[in-house]
């Protein structure tokens, strides 16, 4: 007697009285009745009220017996035999114990199949691989020496694989007589490479067994005494599978029993097989997740390679640094002078002549005013004397000391106040002093004396009662107009330059503080430390007559070079005699405005060498000239070409002025310096601008301003995280819990793209971040307070890690488990790495467009558009396989079909979509959608994770090279 039979004689029999069909008289079919028997259903077979629902490969009422022909008939029609004689025949194609296995196409194309394609008119095949796709069947042979001692014969075990329910179940047969049966459910599948075998796995953390009693490894008779029964069916788990491909052998472990068999059990000549449609085959991802794939392995070297190139850059200006700070240094103590000659300035797009050769001289240690109507061409002759990059054509001759000299040297002699004050709106007062203190004396000062010079310089210009107070703009409040002028006054005064240049320093000043900053700069110049030359409107009487020299300048054409004192003298005797009572700067200004006196003034013929002196640069008062009544001593400074006395006459100082003549270019001896566009190719090469700072001051106090600016003005900072959570929870609660059928599928699919378009749309913010630092950055840079490399790296740094990293971590964590998406940790740190990635490319690409296009208007218009094209081409909107030939390229450029096809292959590839319209019921692979339905390349995922990568490489040094190349000033 079977142990089956017996099991069935031994459970509940309920007995029924059915009609035979060829009409005899109805007989007694006793019925099992599985829901009050206690053995149930065998072989895990499903008790569906009193009958067993049985599992393919098994029949009879209680799922005892095995059923053979194959798994394509119909389970009501396949014959059955008791267990311990094994299966006559099988249909053809088919085979193992119990006819599950498939051996041919042939033979799963025998029978039509039970389930319908998703694509329709498909043909079935036997997959013959362990990677399963549907439901396979393995039936294997068992080496067990340990158990074979006991219990000699075959061992052999037949296993149901269930993909789609995750589930495992398995019988174990002695002799083709089965021994107990196995059901492993919630377990996880992976087909791993290793050295370059290619594994599929099962693993399972539950097992649950019964032994058939009595069976010989389950108490039989006859066997021997002792019986696994109560072993077997105290079995826990964990239970594994592994089986190599290309291999007729598997390995099976089971936790419990690891003491006798540590290694696992062999299982040998293995039959695998599975009638399978071969779209499902197709599109199931090749999940091979290889130990290292060669994209991965390729990024990791680079990663390697650089971060050997950034450990070599640091070591390198570490050491810069500690030579740079170990070098004694020298501050300036001298003024020096600058004379030049026919300066001219022409306009290219019109022509408009804006200078017309004017010339003049400020000698070391005087103030040189240069006056004139608006308009009048001030501002454009001192930013020549300044060395500053102009648009138009510039000629004639600066000396610097009566020396030759590059224009880089001008720059770096030269400390220039802009007309315009362009500030760090969230810096006080005194750290913005600092700042340019930092990076603009030598490294080596000790921080203290630092420290001194600021406050010292701040005093000075009577900046004491504001030092701590932020400088502001216009949304945000700070100091006053006259307070910020002075501000940029200080910025230049903490060098004290040989040469301080400044361009309307008084405007804005009311008369008090115009006075107080002009005295202050007249000290400075009588302290023989610094030169001034400054252009100004209309300065008071007294203020007018604290400068030493003044130039009038009117229409582009010097109308007065020389001494202040003799400008009223001067125009006195062209009959241009200064009102009684009236401030002698004003009647200036009138003369050079009003086109009567003008005539009167130019038209002057008494003195033919007054008007040759003015068109060369002579004094234009015949007999030397009182240069400085601050000077306390006697100077005489010979210089070739230029020579410049002082002398003492009862108290008062004179001094006389000899340059060359206009036009003396080249000539012998000269002393004329060439400025750009007259020639003097020698003069005209790059010269390398040198900083008194090494790089890692330089990035270190860059570094330190944008984080004063990012935790002041925290506007930005707070909007992108509280925008990022709040969109998190959004988009969390819209795709809350998405179940993985076809309306969860379109919302999976959606939740990843729509996170996307938020963090790629949110990157445009970049562009009004950067507009702001940029103007602050020319002018810093035109100034030689920093080179481009810091600055780019600061400002990277401090745009990508919190306003673009941070967020999108944010974004990505709360609505990654509140979605419902993949629980696997590897999956979750995928998706967050391509969020960052995708939201550092978008970002640098805003960044790029803000550094290339002046204007804020285009540029943010160009980011919008250029980011909607690439949402359109991003894999969601239109499928990649159907974009007209002549586009296709465009998707290629898109950064959202990279991150889009990334995140999705990540998330939904590994899962089925299991769902059933109209009572059509599919179990399709994620991945089958993602190929059909998006066009999407299933195994590209580190390809797309290198293109972010190459994105986000391609725009930083795009970034770089754009802010080196084209942020200079030019005026
Ligand atoms: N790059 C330029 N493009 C167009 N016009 C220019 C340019 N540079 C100078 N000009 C013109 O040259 C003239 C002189 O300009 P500049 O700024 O030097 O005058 P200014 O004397 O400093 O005037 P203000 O006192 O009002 O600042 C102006 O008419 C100005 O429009």
Request: aromatic share 8%; with cysteine; glycine share 8%.
């Given at each position: 007697?079977?142990p089956?039979?017996?099991a ?5 029999v ?7 069909p ?8 006793p019925q ?20 067993c ?8 009422t ?12 119909d ?7 008791a ?12 085979g193992?114990?119990?006819c ?5 196409d ?10 319908t ?7 079935m095949v ?36 269930d ?14 007589a ?12 992976a ?5 370059g ?17 009595p ?8 066997g021997?005494?002792?019986s696994l ?16 491909h ?15 068999f ?20 197709q599109s ?5 997740q ?15 390679a650089?971060v050997?190139?950034?450990i070599?850059?640091?070591s ?17 103590t ?8 026919n ?8 022509g408009l002549?804006?200078?017309k050769?004017i ?17 009048a ?16 054509k ?15 040297e ?10 315009e004050d ?11 002093v ?12 000790p ?6 010079r ?22 945000a409040r ?12 200080a ?27 002009v005295e202050q700069?007249?000290?400075?110049a ?9 252009t ?10 604290m400068?030493d ?7 582009g054409e ?6 202040t ?9 062209r ?9 002698i ?8 405005m009003?086109q ?14 007054e ?6 640069g ?18 005489t ?63 270190r ?20 995280l509280?925008?990022?959570?709040v969109?998190g ?22 939740s990843?793209?729509?996170m ?20 602050l ?13 810091p600055?780019?790296i ?8 919190p306003?673009?990293?941070?967020p ?26 391509i969020?960052?990635?995708f ?18 208007g ?19 909107m239109?499928?990649s396989?159907?974009i007209p ?29 299991i769902?059933?319209?109209?009572g059509?019921?599919?179990n399709?692979?994620g991945?089958?959608?993602?190929q ?10 580190w390809k797309?994770?290198i293109v972010l990568?190459?994105?986000?490489v391609?725009f ?16």
């Amino acid at each position: 007697q079977s142990p089956t039979s017996r099991a069935v004689a031994t459970a509940t029999v309920t007995t029924t009285v059915t009609a035979s069909p060829t009409g005899t008289p109805p007989t007694c079919i006793p019925q099992y009745d599985c829901s009050s028997s206690p053995k149930g259903c065998l072989n895990n077979g499903v008790c569906e009220g009193k009958t067993c629902k049985c599992k393919p490969g098994f029949g009879g009422t209680d799922c005892g017996l095995l059923s053979c022909g194959s798994p394509l008939t119909d389970p009501s029609q396949r014959p059955t035999v008791a267990s311990g004689t094994g299966c006559a025949a099988c249909d053809d194609g088919f085979g193992g114990l119990n006819c599950n296995v498939c051996k041919t196409d042939a033979g799963c194309q025998s029978k039509p199949p039970s389930r319908t394609s998703f694509l329709g008119a498909e043909n079935m095949v036997c997959n013959k691989k362990p990677e399963v796709y549907f439901n396979a069947f393995m039936s294997c042979a068992v080496r067990t020496p340990e158990l074979e001692g006991f219990f000699p014969g075959n061992y052999s075990l037949t296993v149901d694989l269930d993909p789609v329910n995750k589930t495992m179940s398995a019988q174990l047969w002695l002799n083709k007589a089965e021994q107990f049966f196995c059901k492993m459910p919630e377990c996880t599948l992976a087909t791993t490479e290793t050295d370059g075998v290619i594994k599929t796995k099962w693993d399972c953390p539950v097992l649950q067994c019964t032994c058939l009693e009595p069976t010989l490894l389950c108490g039989g008779i006859p066997g021997p005494v002792i019986s696994l029964g109560p072993t077997i069916n105290g079995l826990k788990g964990p239970f594994s599978l592994t089986c190599p491909h290309g291999s007729t052998d598997c390995d099976f472990f089971i936790g419990d029993l690891a003491g006798f068999f540590p290694t696992g059990l062999k299982m040998t000549e293995c039959d695998v097989g599975e009638c399978v449609f071969p779209s499902e085959i197709q599109s199931s991802v090749t999940s091979v997740q290889k130990s290292m794939p060669p994209g991965v392995i390729a990024c990791l070297a680079i990663l390697g390679a650089l971060v050997l190139i950034l450990i070599v850059i640091c070591s390198v200006a570490k050491r810069n640094q500690l030579v740079l700070s170990r070098t004694p240094y020298t501050l300036n103590t001298e003024a020096a002078s600058l004379e030049f000659r026919n300066v001219g300035y022409t306009l290219n797009k019109d022509g408009l002549e804006v200078l017309k050769g004017i010339s003049g001289a400020a000698p070391a240690g005087v103030v040189l005013a240069v006056m004139g109507p608006s308009g009048a061409g001030k501002s454009t002759l001192v930013d020549i004397l300044a060395g500053k990059r102009k648009d138009g054509k510039v000629t004639g001759h600066i000396l610097l000391n009566g020396k030759q000299v590059h224009e880089s040297e001008i720059r770096r002699a030269v400390g220039f106040v802009d007309q315009e004050d362009t500030l760090p709106p969230t810096q006080t007062v005194y750290e913005a002093v600092l700042f340019s203190a930092m990076l603009r004396l030598p490294e080596a000062m000790p921080i203290f004396r630092v420290h001194e010079r600021v406050a010292e310089v701040i005093e000075m210009l009577g900046l004491t009662h504001c030092s701590h107070r932020r400088i502001g703009n216009v949304t945000a409040r700070g100091i006053s107009g006259g307070e910020k002028r002075r501000v940029s006054i200080a910025l230049e005064l903490i060098t004290r330059p040989p040469i301080l240049i400044l361009d309307e320093p008084t405007s804005g000043l009311d008369s008090y503080s115009a006075h107080m900053v002009v005295e202050q700069l007249c000290k400075l110049a009588a302290s023989k430390t610094t030169t001034v030359i400054m252009t100004i409107h209309q300065p008071r009487s007294d203020i007018f007559y604290m400068f030493d020299q003044t130039l009038v300048v009117s229409k582009g054409e010097a109308l007065y070079f020389g001494p202040t004192d003799t400008a009223a003298e001067y125009f006195n005797r062209r009959g241009l005699e200064c009102p009684k009572n009236y401030n002698i700067a004003d009647y200036l200004l009138d003369i050079a405005m009003d086109q009567e006196l003008l005539a009167r003034a130019k038209g002057f013929t008494g003195a033919d060498d007054e008007k040759t002196a003015l068109s060369t640069g002579h004094q234009t008062h015949a007999q030397g000239n009182i240069i400085s009544r601050r000077a306390t001593s006697n100077s005489t400074h010979h210089g070739n070409p230029s020579e410049i006395t002082h002398t003492s006459d009862n108290g008062q100082y004179e001094t006389t002025v000899r340059m060359e003549e206009s036009g003396s270019s080249g000539s012998s001896g000269s002393s004329t310096v060439s400025l750009p566009g007259v020639g003097a190719a020698d003069a005209q090469k790059k010269q390398k601008t040198v900083y008194p700072t090494s790089f890692l001051t330089q990035l270190r106090v860059i570094m330190k301003r944008n984080w004063q600016t990012l935790i002041r003005d925290k506007s930005l900072l707070v909007l992108h995280l509280a925008v990022s959570i709040v969109l998190g929870l959004f988009i969390g609660g819209l795709y809350f819990a998405v179940p993985m059928d076809l309306a969860g599928f379109q919302n999976r699919a959606g939740s990843l793209f729509f996170m996307l378009a938020l963090l790629g749309f949110s990157s445009i913010s970049a562009l009004g971040a950067f507009t702001e630092t940029r103007t602050l950055f020319i002018k810093e840079r035109s100034n030689g307070y920093y080179p481009p490399l810091p600055f780019v790296i600061s400002t990277l740094l401090f745009d990508l890690i919190p306003l673009r990293i941070i967020p999108s971590l944010f974004m990505g964590c709360i609505a990654y488990f509140m979605i419902g998406l993949s629980p696997v940790v590897e999956t979750f740190f995928k998706f967050l790495l391509i969020l960052v990635l995708f939201n550092v490319a978008t970002a640098m690409f805003c960044l790029v467009i803000a550094a290339a296009v002046r204007t804020t208007g285009v540029a943010s218009l160009a980011c919008s558009i250029v980011m909607l094209f690439m949402m359109l081409f991003g894999g969601f909107m239109i499928n990649s396989g159907k974009i007209p030939d002549a586009l296709t390229w465009i998707q290629y450029l898109s950064m959202f079909k990279y991150g889009f096809e990334a995140l999705a292959v990540n998330e939904v590839a590994t899962s089925k979509l299991i769902d059933n319209i109209q009572g059509v019921a599919f179990n399709v692979p994620g991945s089958l959608i993602l190929q059909k339905l998006f066009g999407f390349d299933l195994g590209g995922f580190w390809k797309n994770m290198i293109v972010l990568i190459g994105f986000n490489v391609l725009f930083i040094a795009a970034f770089w090279a754009i802010v080196t190349l084209r942020l200079k000033e030019r005026k």
